[in-house]
């Protein structure tokens, strides 16, 4: 009898090379994703054990964190190319110089910066067609998750074990568990793929998913598009998981077909047939099950210092008084201390300094066309700063062929080149002491979107709405106006 | 790296959950093409006030706390990214082992490629260790790798787990990349059987 397997055991057990009792198994990687911040010592590693990149041809670099989104692309009249770069930063001029460096001495493909396909690497492997189901997808970053969408099993590595990979194509890697999450209902207008996420790491924590892969189930995942299904599994990681994955179908297929990395013709139908054996079987088990009802869901926004402190947009920020576990409630404490908020309150209302769209989260073309329609005739507040960062040169060329950007920037938005932008701040994009920020991105730690910066997550629709109004909203009000 | 056999340390308490990548060493100091500098980083935002002095109620800065080469810190300690640039800041700065009652997946993993030990214990000890070590900031701790113990001032011993793979490559200093190296052959058969 053959037992009844799940999508992520099948990919696992497909890709395990060696499997001795007393060590790791040892997986095989089929992609391998690069940028310049994690990568360069990993590089060094090669170079100072005269090492070579196995397999170059299963490793695409790209450089995205430490870019300037503030070239000379971000209005009309100017155009993309002319060596127009102006990096302020020594440091991370150097860091991306040795990318190039590093991907011309071991032969890795590099998008960088003046290539058309250049943005946040968990953006172009999808739109390149790398990320395909079935795959193991790793890369020094930790939301590698997001192609989990796809049906592969993906997840974020350290900067070991990138020189791990690019030395050998494999990991040493324990078994992890499985978390089955079931999305049940269908979403309300105004709530999205966004919400479903915050509301999930909410109710498990921010270390609920620890030691798991998620798999994302139930009605509300498979009516989610491609890129709704990429911002759930994006912030996998956010709710401690070390993967997420929604199992292939019809939606994914779609997506990928004619991608320029995906395969033709015969291949095409060979590969489709395998992919419709990947989805988990009837009956499979899995270590941890979570049902999550969405049809009372309403759009979610974090009043705090992590993603787990999240809440329903209507509901009040929670007092810790109120906290029977001390160490939750001194960390819950902090946490209002940091963002200088009042306990019993709700978020409605609160001034906004800051309006961030972009990010691996929500910078795709569909959450572009969403925050576009909503702000469309309207204007930012003049209290508020509003930024648009496209999560890739392709995005934002699509964008701009359908006129968003006009519609942004007559709102008086920023309108912006690719990158990760203010999501980490390292780029000069972030926040000033004290701010807030409505932002699509996923973290809100402490100093994250710039020092002293205080954010609050949320989808691109309430990010707009509050742009719009100066203060948190919800989007839904404005939608039905 | 270097190996890993017993620990006596005191050890210095940060009593917060959920300390994430971005305290441990925020984005700014990640633009560095090596490993050094890391340790001025670590929780700069937590150490550092406005303008750029130490903070001194924060327990880096105390006197107390010098020389501590074990971290003591709440639930869930190290999540967030991906980077690597934790561990190499906390070593950078001195520390060789984290004791918490748990510990983000990437971070434990690459802790244990650098040779800094993760020690996950219950509830209680980590109570335990917080209020000693807040009485008496010199208290000391013993680490025993291979035993997988950690003893308390009173004698008492607290096991903590660790796969045998990760810990025979600490206890020998050993890089867990040589282990992967030495299965080249098998890689070219999965290749080859698998069409990649």
């Known amino acids: ?481 | 790296m270097e190996p890993f056999t017993t620990l006596t340390s005191k050890y210095m308490p940060l009593p917060y959950n959920d300390v994430d990548t971005d305290q441990i060493i925020p984005a700014s100091y990640l633009k560095v093409t090596n490993k050094d500098g890391l340790a001025e980083g670590l929780f700069s935002r937590w150490r550092y006030q406005s303008d750029g002095s130490p903070d001194p109620e924060f327990a880096l800065n105390k006197s107390d706390h010098a020389g501590a080469r074990i971290l003591l810190a709440g639930d869930n300690f190290g999540c967030g990214s991906s980077r690597e640039h934790a561990p190499w800041a906390l070593m950078g700065y001195g520390f060789r082992a984290v004791i918490s009652t748990s510990f983000a997946d990437i971070f434990r993993n690459n802790a244990l490629k650098n040779g800094l030990l993760p020690v996950a214990v219950d509830a209680q000890t980590y109570r335990q260790l917080l209020s000693l070590v807040e009485e008496e900031p010199e208290t000391a701790v013993t680490i025993n790798l291979a035993a997988q113990t950690l003893t308390l001032p009173d004698g008492r011993a607290v096991s903590f787990p660790i796969d045998a793979f990760s810990k025979t490559c600490m206890l020998q200093g050993v890089d867990q990349l040589g282990y992967l190296l030495k299965q080249s052959d098998k890689v070219l058969a999965y290749e080859k059987a698998a069409g990649k």
């Open chain 1, 1 to 481: 009898m053959s037992q009844a397997k799940t999508l992520f055991d099948k990919i696992w057990e497909s890709h395990v090379v060696v499997n001795e009792p007393g060590s790791p198994s040892v997986l095989y990687i089929d992609l391998h994703l690069v940028h310049e911040v994690t990568s360069p010592q990993a590089f060094s590693g090669l170079r100072q054990k005269g090492l070579r990149v196995r397999r170059p041809d299963r490793t695409v670099a790209t450089m995205d964190h430490g870019i300037p989104t503030r070239n000379l692309v971000n209005s009309d009249q100017l155009s993309v190319n002319g060596g127009q770069w102006v990096i302020q930063d020594a440091m991370a001029a150097k860091q991306l110089k040795q990318l190039e460096t590093n991907c011309r001495d071991f032969d890795v493909p590099l998008y960088g910066m003046d290539s058309p396909n250049r943005g946040i690497v968990h953006v172009i492997g999808p739109e390149l067609g790398l990320t395909q189901p079935g795959k193991t997808i790793v890369c020094g970053d930790s939301h590698t998750s997001t192609h989990g969408a796809f049906g592969a099993l993906a997840f974020g590595i350290g900067t070991s074990e990138v020189e791990h990979v690019l030395a050998t194509q494999t990991l040493l890697q324990y078994r992890p568990k499985t978390y089955r999450v079931n999305f049940a209902g269908a979403l309300p207008p105004g709530v999205t793929a966004k919400d479903m996420i915050l509301a999930l790491i909410a109710k498990i924590g921010v270390g609920g998913g620890t030691g798991h892969v998620f798999e994302y189930t139930g009605t509300a995942v498979s009516q989610l598009s491609m890129e709704g299904r990429m911002t759930l599994c994006n912030m996998s990681i956010e709710g401690g998981g070390r993967a997420g994955m929604v199992a292939p179908d019809d939606t994914t297929f779609e997506y990928i077909a004619g991608r320029e990395f995906v395969p033709k013709g015969a291949a095409w139908e060979q590969a489709i047939a395998q992919w419709r054996a990947l989805p988990s079987d009837e009956g499979a088990a899995y270590d941890k099950e979570v049902t999550i009802g969405v049809d009372e869901l309403e759009p979610m926004i974090t009043y705090g210092t992590n993603p787990g402190m999240g809440m329903g947009i209507s509901t009040a920020v929670p007092d810790p008084a109120a906290e029977a576990d001390l160490s939750k409630r001194a960390s819950l404490q902090k946490a209002l201390d940091y963002m200088n908020l009042p306990p019993g309150k709700p978020l409605l209302g609160h001034p906004v300094d800051v309006v961030f769209v972009g990010s691996c989260t929500n910078s795709r073309i569909s959450d572009l066309r969403q925050a576009a329609a909503l702000i469309d005739g309207r204007k930012v507040a003049a209290s508020t700063r509003m930024l648009v960062v496209p999560g890739s040169e392709e995005v934002r060329r699509q964008a701009e062929a359908e006129g968003l950007h006009h519609i942004f920037m007559a709102a008086g938005a920023e309108w912006r080149s690719a990158g990760c932008s203010m999501c980490i701040a390292m780029n000069g994009d972030q926040l000033q002491p004290g701010q807030y920020a409505v932002s699509t991105s996923n973290r809100n730690f402490e100093g994250r979107q710039g020092a002293g910066g205080r954010t609050f997550l949320a989808s691109p629709l309430t990010a707009v709405a509050s742009a719009v109004h100066g203060q948190v909203t919800d989007p839904r009000v404005m939608m039905s106006q």
